[in-house]
């Protein structure tokens, strides 16, 4: 079985500072990750995806993340917060061919302090 | 190209009524996901086609539960009598072939039974 944790449902960072989302993960097989992002009235929205390439994972909107598999971690970086960057931001596993459902974290909803 | 579509994007009905939901995925994916996210819990997988074919249909909650795509082409999520527990926002996704193809969303339903 497979599942997300993601730390910190709200999270503040000031517009300029770095912005990070943690997110762990659990799976039984070598997994493929995601991070989605749903802004305010929309659809969910991929910013990067990792799927056994390169561990570090470059996405829009100058958002990128790391696999670190000894940890369990697939953290979302990005080096200056925009205003715009304010939405909730999903982490998902997927065990891949076969089993390609998404399994969710909880979501951390991200302000952005002028 | 459009985007996933989904109809309609709020409803709101009494407990023993029925509601149908409806998504049109982009043309051409085979792929078609419904997920669910009740009110400040994690997004979760309800099921998935492939062309007209359930291939996983682990996430379904219990038998008032009914999806359908007929012809390959839109799906519908029934919901036959609703339940105060089934409100909450109904996610569509599709995708092509390949496990690590990105699931597009849809911008979901947000049901509500009162």
């Known amino acids: 079985a497979q599942s997300v944790t993601q730390l910190g449902s709200h999270v503040s960072v000031s517009e300029g500072a770095l912005v990070l989302l943690r997110c762990n993960y659990s799976?039984?097989?070598?997994?493929?990750l995601f991070w989605y992002v749903q802004y305010p009235n929309q659809g969910l929205q991929l910013l990067l995806k990792?799927?056994?390439?390169?561990?570090l994972v470059k996405g829009i909107n100058g958002f990128e993340a790391e696999f670190k598999k000894s940890e369990t971690s697939f953290h979302l970086t990005k080096p200056s917060a925009h205003m715009s960057d304010a939405a909730e931001y999903f982490c998902?596993?997927?065990?891949?061919?076969?089993?390609?459902?998404?399994?969710f974290g909880t979501g951390t909803r991200l302000t952005i302090i002028p | 190209e459009a985007g996933v579509t989904q109809f309609p994007s709020h409803s709101v009905i009494e407990k023993g009524q029925t509601v149908t939901l409806r998504c049109d995925p982009i043309?051409?994916?085979?792929?078609l996901y419904w997920y669910r996210r009740v009110m400040g819990k994690e997004i979760k997988f309800l099921l998935h086609?492939?062309?007209?074919?359930?291939?996983?249909e682990s996430g379904m909650p219990n038998n008032r539960f009914l999806a359908e795509r007929t012809g390959g082409t839109y799906s519908t999520l029934k919901v036959q009598p609703a339940e105060l527990e089934d409100s909450g926002v109904y996610f569509c996704?599709?995708?092509?072939?390949?496990?690590?193809?990105?699931?597009?969303f849809g911008p979901g339903t947000r049901l509500t039974v009162l």
């Open positions: 998902a596993v997927s065990e891949g061919f076969g089993n390609e459902k998404l399994t």
């Open positions: 799976s039984s097989v070598p997994p493929y």
């Open positions: 990792y799927t056994s390439a390169a561990t």
């Open positions: 043309s051409g994916h085979d792929n």
């Open positions: 086609f492939v062309k007209e074919s359930k291939q996983d």
């Open positions: 996704a599709s995708n092509g072939a390949g496990f690590t193809d990105t699931q597009y």
